[in-house]
Nanobody
Framework: QLQLVESGGGLVQPGGSLRLSCAASRSTLDYFAIGWFRQAPGKEREGVSCITSRGASTIYGDSVKGRFTITRDNAKNTVYLQMNALKPEDTGVYYC???????????????WGQGTQVTVSS
């Protein structure tokens, strides 16, 4: 069983930055692709970004391209989401999720974290 724990959320002003972390409970994270998703109140869950198991490929949703960057450090069993130029519409609960090897944002992910709240407001 793979457990994922998100951290790094908080309150930030528009234009600010946050870095989210997704830490895995086992040392074989390099087998898994990791995705970041978010859900705002009253809205459907949205795929934000994903990165393949070895980090060779990354995908971004249209709404975050050029502002968010996903990276991973398999030696630390951690995946990061650097979020810059944040907008109020980026507000929501951010979840990380894992699936074997490769990913697209419509892919089915097998393991999910509990989420971390991001609020962008002045």
């Amino acid at each position: 069983q793979l457990q994922l724990v998100e951290s790094g959320g908080g309150l930030v002003q528009p234009g600010g930055s946050l870095r989210l972390s997704c830490a895995a409970s086992r040392s074989t994270l390099d087998y898994f692709a990791i995705g970041w998703f978010r859900q705002a109140p009253g809205k459907e869950r949205e795929g934000v970004s994903c990165i393949t198991s070895r980090g060779a490929s990354t995908i971004y949703g249209d709404s975050v391209k050029g502002r968010f960057t996903i990276t991973r450090d398999n030696a630390k069993n951690t995946v990061y989401l650097q979020m810059n130029a944040l907008k109020p519409e980026d507000t929501g609960v951010y979840y990380c999720a894992a699936r074997p090897m490769s990913c697209t944002l419509p892919s089915v992910f097998n393991y999910w974290g509990q989420g971390t709240q991001v609020t962008v407001s002045s």
